[in-house]
């Protein structure tokens, strides 16, 4: 069983920076895709970014582009969202997951591809 445990959330005021983490356990991390979600109250949960095995490739929704940066350290079986120039529409709860395919060919960014989830860490973005 996989278990995704994230940490770095809190609150900041507009314009600042957070570092999420997400430690992996119970399979063979490397081999696998990442992403971060987040879901804001009433709303869907939604694409943040995402990385592939080997992390060479990365993928952003377009509301982030250019303010956060996704990475992954596969000896320490962590991956991280750096965010910057935080907005107060960031806020929300955001999640790591782990794709449900094996070294993957091309990065997914549906909720339904990634089979396994962490329990999520609170973003607070003040204006």
């Known amino acids: 069983q996989v278990q995704l445990v994230e940490s770095g959330g809190g609150l900041v005021q507009a314009g600042g920076s957070l570092r999420l983490s997400c430690a992996a356990s119970g399979r063979t991390f490397s081999n696998y895709a990442m992403g971060w979600f987040r879901q804001a109250p009433g709303k869907d949960r939604e694409f943040v970014a995402a990385i592939k095995w080997n992390g060479r490739n990365t993928r952003y929704a377009d509301s982030v582009k250019g303010r956060f940066t996704i990475s992954r350290d596969n000896a320490k079986n962590t991956v991280y969202l750096q965010m910057n120039s935080l907005k107060p529409e960031d806020t929300a709860v955001y999640y790591c997951?782990?794709?449900?395919?094996?070294?993957?060919?091309?990065?997914?960014?549906?909720?339904?591809?990634?089979?396994?989830w962490g329990q999520g860490t609170l973003v607070t973005v003040s204006s």
């Open positions: 997951a782990a794709d449900g395919q094996s070294f993957r060919s091309v990065l997914v960014t549906t909720v339904s591809e990634y089979n396994y």
